[in-house]
Structures are given as C-alpha cells and as structure tokens.
T-cell receptor, first 112, second 115 residues
C-alpha cells in the first residue's frame, strides 16, 4: 500500500517568515494530495489540495507543489502568523485501499 | 464546524472492557471513515463504509468492528481493550465513494483512555 513520509516533525519560525513542509509518497498511482491542519482539540481540516495533473496550486499565503517524477510534494506558507501554529498533515490517496494515507504530521510553531 | 458529530468526546475505561464510539456524518454524506490517532502519531486509517456497506479496510484490529446504519450514522466497537488502544478516534465523512478525490470532513474526535 501507500507510504507517506513527512518532514520535519517540528518546525519553529518567526512571525512573517516562510515555512516549508515536505512529503514523499511511494505509490506512483496516487493522484490526489491534500494537506490538513489540525488545531489543538480539533479534528483535521483541509487547507489545500492538489491533483496529479497540476504542478502547483496557490491559495493566498498557502501553496502546494507536486513533483510526480520524484514522488514528492510540499506545502509552503508565506508571511506566517501566530494563528498558523498547528499540526499539519500531508496525505495521498491510496487507490487500492480507497482511503487517504497520512504522513506523521509537522508541528508548526510561529513565534510572535 | 465540520458538520460531523462524534460522541462521546472523552471516555475512560479499564483494560478488557468494550466501548462503542458513535459518529453522525454531514448531512447528505454517504461515506464514513474511521481513523485512529495515537499520541504523537499520524492518522491511521481503520475502515470505510459507504451507504451501509464496508468499502475499505485498513489496519483495523480483529478486536475492533464497525457498522453503518440505514440512517448513515456509524459506530466503532472496540473490545477486549488494551492500554495501547488509548488514542483519539476520528470519524470523517465525504460524499464520494471509492477513490478519494475530495475533502474529508472530520469530527472533533473521541478520546479513549484505557487504564
């Protein structure tokens, strides 16, 4: 089945700086790559996603890039704010198991 | 608010016991997914139901079972509980079936503590 690896596990940045989280996946047939944000005491919430026919997608301060050849995708957050502090999960669709396979998460802390 | 409701929010029980976690999906969503999140771990897929039928199975233990009822709510049953079963259990719903190409809406989770 699909295996998704995520780095780093923790990331601390100063307010206003950029943050980058990277993920790799194993199943070349995966075609959908969402990113979820989990705030303390809450369930994960979708913040952006990308499909395999697109190399980059941007939504305000958030962008995701996908390199299908290398089987990796990244989340970029620019001009970080304290409210960006949360745990971020990447995921890939697993066609065989019909479920999302999640990475292990990145705890992002934005220092004011 | 995702529209997915999970109960109970917290549950404390003893080893060897059995518990049932309940999930009501968003209105209109036919697919329900169960995920387990252990301390400092990612989300591990357990099982998916679509319109009452099991559609996909992940790393779900034999001591665990689930079902989806005609009104589309789902229950996750955990039996012969062990200390290692302590975790956050999330339910998510979506409108689709089969391959996932859209958003999953997660509930706030049920925190299970086994003592």
């Amino acid at each position: 089945g699909e295996n998704v690896e995520q780095h780093p596990s923790t990331l601390s940045v100063q307010e206003g700086d950029s943050a980058v989280i990277k993920c790799t996946y194993s199943d070349s047939a995966s075609n959908y790559f969402p990113w979820y944000k989990q705030e303390l005491g809450k369930g994960p919430q979708l913040i952006i996603d990308i499909r395999s026919n697109v190399g980059e997608k941007k939504d305000q301060r958030i962008a995701v890039t996908l390199n299908k050849t290398a089987k990796h995708f990244s989340l970029h957050i620019t001009e970080t704010q304290p409210e960006d502090s949360a745990v971020y999960f990447c995921a890939a669709s697993d066609r065989r198991r019909r479920a999302l396979t999640f990475g292990s998460g990145t705890r992002l802390q934005v220092q004011p | 608010d995702s529209g997915v409701t999970q109960t109970p929010k917290h549950l404390i029980t003893a080893t060897g016991q059995r518990v049932t976690l309940r999930c009501s999906p968003r209105s209109g969503d036919l697919s329900v997914y169960w995920y387990q999140q252990s301390l400092d771990q990612g989300l591990q897929f357990l099982i998916q139901y679509y319109n009452g039928e099991e559609r996909a199975k992940g790393n779900i233990l034999e001591r665990f079972s689930a079902q989806q009822f005609p009104d589309l709510h789902s229950e996750l049953n955990l039996s012969s509980l062990e200390l290692g079963d302590s975790a956050l259990y999330f339910c998510a719903s979506s409108g689709g079936v089969g391959e996932i190409t859209g958003e999953l809406f997660f509930g706030e989770g049920s925190r299970l503590t086994v003592l």
